[in-house]
């Protein structure tokens, strides 16, 4: 017969296509290397072949194939020749013996090899414990196979070939690493016309000379962990069904993900490179351009992948490329029988790609969730799931959470549509909503791929127990299983500033950023270097993000803080305007506004600002944070002497939310107030609901006990209480909620000043004003100065005093003239003269 284009020959390609003209060695190993010379070399005969079938199975000696309906079932070529000895004597016992000399005629292996080939057998055959049909063991004897085997003779095909130039032969492999040999081989046909198989001397020569080279220079696939990282190109979707648009990528990248041999190109990134090469960042990963922004962005190759229907069936091809050179790595094409197969079967070719491109066998055996399972085995839930990642992604929180539920919707088991919502919820400041589905993340996590079940715990026992140290230690772990992903560093980022160790924090955005320049990382860098008082550094920071094309809207909240530590209004103004009309984002800038205004002394303003924010946050249906708006408005009151509404804005706080942030600021303003019976009974509850939460138990709690101890006149006390959040008094919250730092410190130098201790106070009061970049414009920040004035009275500092109330009365030069504080700064400052 003349031998087609693409024809396969018994494992054996042959291909004509001039770009695809060089050896690929990544599919080249000795079991087909020996396949590939017995088919060569074997005796010109016409012989009949022997084939035997049993059950649904059907086994092809001289091709070395198993096929189940006609579908080739990957096994290793020892289980292979066990399973022949086995067929050929069926019904019959074969010992242990028998068995491990005609497998292994000339080794000596350990009867440890025989069990596992055995084993893998049954699951290939689909053998249970409790119903062996095919493979019986015969205890202490050894094993006998059960079914009735029929046998079926195929007279030997021969191949006649004109004289012609093959630029390429590709051996494929036979081994459990892929099974791409086996799914391209001729179905066996019934007895018919034979062919006969006529090679020239020159042909024979050829073969031999290569077969010669071949094992000689066999060679590994080359490491790609070792060189770069891979970006994933947009598949070819050639069935005109949208649900395989971006989906199958997602796919991909999902099942790629879980290695820690490979390292991806982010989509940020991606992007990012895109704009560089002066393209839209939605422009379509064609090979071409795949390939350009995969040399741009420095990786080793880019995965192509395709997608095409035939009949009922459905053709995924994967191909690796190396992006530079436009060698081919390696490629993968297998096939599913409907749409419900398509993520199985593109997961199985995936894996078997990796193992092409170098991977080993523990690390396959170890880091292979099924893609199904990792994600979800419905494509819909799939493509709103992606949808989703790629809002996060481009940091349009707001939009995210939306596409995710409707993939929840689609597949309520979908542990990563789950987890990611409440990321999303969480970074909206909606706390609640965000413990809600990250718990229900938890509960889904068996079945996850091992990054994706990192991910979720992390968060799990940052955000629904609030274990941060728990956190911490998983991060770690994620961190040293994949030391290329840049998630886990950012996330030990966040817990570090959570527990105020922001030198630590800033470490590991350094390092994040070094891995991942996304517009995350920097804002997170920049905060890091805000809350160091490092302003210069934070500033440049967001600058070379906004120089790189990375926008996002909590730069200009970082731009608004920076403007306000530096006393430039025309900057807060211009971040201010930025915002204005822009749901979701909007109500950040207006309750920092309102904090603002009130650091300044003027109480009317905040309160028309914050209220403004709060009917923000509620029109962009974020109910959990319009409550943190209103607690924060009442810790301001009370603070600034405003008791009326401070009641008020506790009460409406709490109508809207219990969370732990809005429960713990209403308790601390509760009990500025006076009103220990509702402070005590929060605590209380915060402390039954949350015994696990790191913050709640070395700030929240004891600020709030140590303020009732204080209302109790037992300044001792207060200041014993106090000693346990002494560790994380410079913590912050990890959400997109309104500053709330420092307040241990706060109290305690309340408590001294009870206690007659001034330069005890003073030094409490002094940490406040060294950490505008934690503090910004909180009501402490400015009460501080007040503080230090009337710690230095105590001590008799006169002169001192009076400068910190000059400093007051600077900052509060545009102040309510009626506000009650500064009436009583400019007595107590009048009794120093």
């Not at 506790?650 to 500025?672: G, H, I, M, P």
Request: hydrophobic content about 40%; some cysteine.
């Amino acid at each position: 017969m003349d031998l087609g284009r693409n024809e396969q020959i018994s494992g054996v390609a042959f291909n004509e296509k001039p770009e695809d003209s060089v050896v690929d060695s990544n599919t080249l190993n000795l079991p087909a290397l020996r396949l590939f010379t017995r088919l060569v070399f074997k005796p010109m005969t016409t012989a009949p072949s022997t084939i035997y079938e049993f059950g649904p199975f059907r086994m092809d000696p001289d091709r070395q194939v198993l096929l189940r309906e006609n579908r080739p079932i990957p096994v290793t070529p020892k289980a292979f020749e066990t399973l022949l000895v086995l067929v050929r004597r069926s019904h019959d016992l074969v010992t242990k013996d028998e068995l491990l000399k005609e497998v292994w005629p000339d080794s000596f292996v350990e009867e440890s090899n025989l069990s596992q080939n055995i084993f893998l057998l049954r699951k290939a055959l689909g053998d249970t414990a409790e119903n062996r049909q095919y493979i019986v063991t015969l205890p202490g004897k050894g094993y006998r196979f059960a079914a009735p085997v029929r046998t079926v003779t195929e007279q030997g095909d021969t191949l006649v070939t004109q004289a012609r130039t093959f630029t390429q032969i590709v051996i494929q492999e036979d081994g459990p690493e892929t099974s791409q040999a086996l799914k391209t081989l001729p179905i066996p046909r019934k007895p018919g016309r034979g062919r006969k198989f006529v090679l020239s001397m020159a042909g024979v020569a050829m073969l031999l000379a290569l077969g010669a080279f071949l094992l000689i220079r066999t060679r590994v696939p080359a490491n790609l962990g070792e060189k770069g990282s891979i970006l994933v190109a947009d598949f070819a979707n050639m069935t005109g069904d949208p649900v395989f648009d971006d989906t199958l990528r997602q796919g991909l990248s999902v099942e790629l993900e879980q290695t820690p041999f490979l390292q991806l190109v982010s989509d940020d990134q991606i992007a990012q490179t895109l704009r560089l090469m002066e393209k839209s960042s939605n422009t379509p990963l064609t090979p071409r351009v795949a390939r350009e922004a995969c040399r741009r962005a420095n990786a080793a190759a880019d995965i192509e992948g395709s997608i095409a229907a035939l009949g009922n069936q459905y053709v995924i091809g994967l191909i690796a490329v190396d992006c530079r050179s436009g060698e081919t790595l390696a490629r993968e094409q297998v096939s599913a029988s409907g749409k419900e197969s398509v993520l199985s079967a593109l997961g199985g070719a995936a894996s078997k790609l990796r193992a092409k491109l170098g991977e080993t066998r523990a690390s396959l055996e170890k880091f292979d969730t099924p893609l199904e399972q990792a994600t979800t085995p419905s494509l819909e839930a799939l493509q709103a799931y992606t949808l989703g990642r790629r809002a996060m992604d481009g940091i349009d929180t707001v939009q995210a959470p939306s596409f995710f539920l409707q993939a929840i919707r689609l597949d309520p088991d979908f542990a990563m549509a789950y987890a990611r919502l409440g990321t999303s919820y969480r970074n909206l400041g909606e706390l609640g909503l965000g413990i809600e589905n990250t718990r229900q993340a938890y509960q889904l996590h068996e079945h996850v791929s091992e990054p994706e079940k990192l991910y979720i715990d992390g968060h799990f026992y940052e955000l629904v127990p609030g274990d941060l140290e728990r956190s911490r230690q998983v991060f770690e772990l994620w961190a040293q299983t994949y030391p290329r992903d840049w998630t886990p560093r950012n996330n030990l980022g966040v817990v570090y500033a959570t527990l105020g160790l922001h030198d630590k924090s800033l470490e590991e955005y350094r390092e994040t950023l070094r891995l991942h320049p996304n517009a995350l990382v920097y804002v997170n860098l920049a905060f890091s270097y805000l809350h160091l008082n490092r302003l210069e550094e934070a500033r440049s920071t967001i600058e070379q993000a906004l120089s790189n094309k990375l926008d996002s809207p909590n730069q200009h909240l970082l731009l608004y803080w920076l403007a306000f530590l530096q006393r430039d209004s025309t900057g807060m103004a211009e971040e201010s305007r930025w915002a204005a009309g822009q749901p979701g984002v909007e109500d950040m800038l207006l309750s920092s506004q309102a904090d603002t205004a009130a650091y300044y002394g003027r109480l009317g303003e905040a309160r028309n600002l914050s209220r403004l924010a709060v009917a923000s946050a509620e029109r962009a249906e974020r109910r959990e944070l319009a409550a943190a708006y209103e607690a924060d408005g009442a810790l301001r009151e009370v603070l600034l002497g405003n008791e009326a509404e401070a009641r008020e804005r506790s009460a409406a706080a709490l109508s809207l939310s219990d969370n732990r942030y809005v429960q713990f600021e209403a308790a601390l303003a509760l009990a500025f107030l006076g009103d220990d019976a509702k402070a005590q009974h929060l605590a209380d509850d915060l402390d039954k609901r949350f015994p696990e939460d790191t913050l709640a138990r070395c700030n929240y709690l004891p600020s709030i006990r140590a303020l009732l101890a204080l209302n109790g006149k037992d300044s001792s006390g207060a200041i014993e209480i106090l000693r346990t959040a002494v560790p994380c008094e410079m913590s912050l919250p990890s959400y997109n909620l309104p500053m709330v730092a420092l307040y241990p410190a706060y109290v305690r130098g309340e408590a001294y000043l009870a206690a007659h201790q001034g330069r005890e106070a003073a030094v409490e009061f002094q940490k406040i004003v060294d950490h505008s970049g934690i503090v910004l414009d909180e009501p402490i920040a400015v009460l501080a100065h007040v503080g230090l004035a009337r710690a230095y009275a105590l001590s008799g500092e006169s002169e001192k005093a009076r400068g910190q109330y000059e400093e007051f009365f600077a900052l509060w030069k545009g102040a309510d003239p009626e506000s009650p504080l500064l009436m009583q700064a400019k007595a107590d400052c009048a009794k120093l003269r």
